[in-house]
């Protein structure tokens, strides 16, 4: 499955973002999701997961109350709501299918991955 990651850009802190991600050429709703972020000189940090039928999430300590993670399986799309956005979000957001849910926190889990979209939060 193919995965392209969109909407991200620059926003003052506090603001919010949407991105989504794209799925093409597979079975998306055969699939959990995830969002992956790496900041510079930093390694990639799981952000938030969603189970194939969009029933069950997880979230990353550090964003777990300001973002949201969903899903549309008919248009074959994930999303995920950016909200009070600060500095430290700063980063390039990547989304993940896997057939795993027991590894939806870990990057190994993974079996594809989309290119990456940059946020910029400034103060």
């Known amino acids: 499955v193919q995965l392209q990651a969109s909407g991200g850009g620059l926003v003052q802190a506090g603001g919010s973002l949407r991105l989504s991600c794209a799925a093409s050429?597979?079975?998306?709703?055969?699939?959990?999701m995830g969002w992956f972020r790496q900041a510079p000189g930093k390694e990639r940090e799981f952000v938030a997961g969603?189970?194939?039928?969009?029933?069950?999430?997880q979230y990353g300590d550090s964003v777990r109350g300001r973002f949201a993670i969903s899903r549309d399986n008919a248009k074959n799309l994930m999303y995920l709501q950016m909200n009070s956005l600060k500095p430290e979000d700063t980063a390039v957001y990547y989304c993940?299918?896997?057939?795993?849910?027991?590894?939806?926190?870990?990057?190994?889990?993974?079996?594809?991955w989309g290119q990456g979209t940059q946020v910029t939060v400034s103060s």
């Open positions: 993940a299918a896997t057939t795993s849910w027991g590894n939806i926190a870990t990057m190994r889990g993974y079996d594809y």
């Open positions: 050429g597979g079975t998306f709703n055969s699939y959990h």
């Open positions: 969603i189970s194939w039928r969009g029933t069950s999430t």
